[in-house]
């Protein structure tokens, strides 16, 4: 079945440093992956929607600046929160799927400190 | 815009009954994908079931089925002969057949499995 990877799985970051997280779809290939934000004890947020190739569509209050998106293969996509603050720590999902046929897969998420 | 509504924030059953989660959506499409998602406190999703709209059929899988009312926009998850393993975080979730292929989560179930 479809697998997506992602990395790392914990990281504890200081306030001001920046941390890259890695979502890899380890089978197949996918031009579209999504992020997602979850807090304690609430639902999944969707950041933003990474596409390979271009830009990526970012959901409304989700500053761009912030939280880089980069698609540069079709299977790779980056995460990477810059200047973390304490606000920022949180779960972070990615998910990605084969096609529009087939349904989303997850990785493991990545939980954020910030300290 | 679409919405995914759970209003039990929290359910349980003992082993080996049988309880219904309830779901509800808004939309203005006709054709769609509706899933529910489990999520055990390792935070891996999983997906349980998944319904295409144009399809009058309810899925089943295995203990899981769901009852899919397409006019009243609504989709619960019956699970029979509940187990521990069945412990968790229950989402449901909405997916546009056309267009975006990200996913809008509901609130989230707890679900509790009493011995």
């Known amino acids: 079945g479809a697998v997506v990877s992602q990395h790392p799985s914990w990281v504890i970051c200081k306030s001001g440093t920046s941390v890259k997280i890695e979502c890899r779809s380890l089978?197949?290939?996918?031009?579209?992956m999504f992020w997602y934000r979850q807090f304690p004890k609430q639902s999944l947020m969707l950041m933003a929607t990474?596409?390979?190739?271009?830009?990526?569509?970012?959901e409304q209050g989700v500053e761009k600046d912030k939280f880089l998106i980069n698609h540069a293969s079709l299977t790779l996509s980056t995460l990477t929160v810059t200047s973390a603050h304490p606000e920022d720590s949180s779960f972070y999902i990615c998910?990605?799927?084969?096609?529009?046929?087939?349904?989303?897969?997850f990785g493991n998420g990545t939980r954020l400190t910030v300290t | 815009a679409q919405t995914v509504t759970q209003s039990q924030p929290e359910m349980s059953v003992q082993e080996a009954e049988t309880v219904t989660l309830s779901c509800t959506y808004d939309?203005?499409?006709?054709?769609?994908?509706l899933f529910w998602y489990k999520q055990p406190p390792s935070r891996q999703m999983i997906l349980v079931i998944r319904?295409?709209?144009?399809?009058?059929q309810n899925a089943t899988e295995n203990r899981f089925s769901v009852n899919f009312q397409k006019a009243a926009k609504s989709f619960s998850l019956k699970i029979s002969d509940s187990q521990l393993g069945d412990a968790a975080m229950y989402f449901c979730?909405?997916?546009?057949?056309?267009?975006?292929?990200?996913?809008?989560f509901g609130q989230g179930t707890r679900l509790t499995i009493n011995p």
């Open positions: 998910s990605a799927s084969q096609d529009r046929n087939s349904p989303l897969h």
């Open positions: 089978d197949f290939q996918a031009t579209t």
């Open positions: 990474s596409n390979e190739g271009s830009k990526a569509t970012y």
């Open positions: 939309t203005s499409e006709s054709d769609y994908y």
């Open positions: 319904q295409e709209a144009y399809k009058q």
């Open positions: 979730a909405y997916r546009s057949a056309w267009g975006a292929q990200k996913l809008v």
